[in-house]
């Protein structure tokens, strides 16, 4: 699979010299199968949850990660992607890792670490 190249400027996701548009500045991305993965972070004090995306070579939005179904807080926001042994792994506020579907952004529990 082709690695996709992009930047980040100042939050803004740049492809192939185009911004992606997303909803908040984006704090983190990386390239996972000729995908970007993008995790972007609101505004203090707003609750957004599913703040994973994944964008095509082409700045398409693919698809936005499931909400995390544990914790008690309404706040659980993800705060960290990662590779491991190739899977995509979204680390959540709440102490949980998640394995992330590549095909649609459906979650399943990795591990807990809280």
Same mark, same amino acid.
């Given at each position: 699979?082709?690695?996709?190249?992009? %930047?980040? %400027?100042?939050?803004?996701?740049?492809?192939?010299?185009?911004?992606?548009?997303?909803?908040?500045?984006?704090?983190?991305?990386?390239?996972? /199968?000729?995908?970007?993965?993008?995790?972007?972070?609101?505004?203090?004090?707003?609750?957004? /949850?599913?703040? #994973?995306?994944?964008? $095509?070579?082409? +700045?398409?939005?693919?698809?936005?990660?499931?909400?995390?179904?544990?914790?008690?807080?309404? $706040?659980?926001?993800?705060?960290?992607?990662? #590779?491991?042994? /190739?899977?995509?792994?979204?680390? /959540?506020?709440?102490?949980? %890792?998640?394995?992330? $579907?590549?095909? %649609? +952004?459906?979650?399943?529990?990795?591990?807990?670490?809280?």
């Amino acid at each position: 699979m082709t690695k996709i190249k992009y %930047d980040l %400027d100042e939050g803004v996701l740049v492809l192939n010299r185009e911004e992606v548009n997303l909803p908040y500045p984006v704090v983190q991305a990386l390239d996972f /199968n000729g995908i970007v993965m993008a995790r972007v972070e609101p505004e203090i004090y707003e609750i957004f /949850n599913c703040n #994973i995306f994944a964008v $095509d070579g082409k +700045g398409k939005i693919k698809w936005q990660i499931e909400e995390s179904p544990h914790g008690t807080e309404v $706040d659980k926001p993800y705060t960290s992607i990662s #590779i491991m042994e /190739n899977k995509l792994i979204a680390g /959540n506020w709440n102490g949980v %890792d998640y394995v992330v $579907d590549i095909k %649609d +952004g459906s979650i399943r529990t990795q591990s807990f670490n809280k």
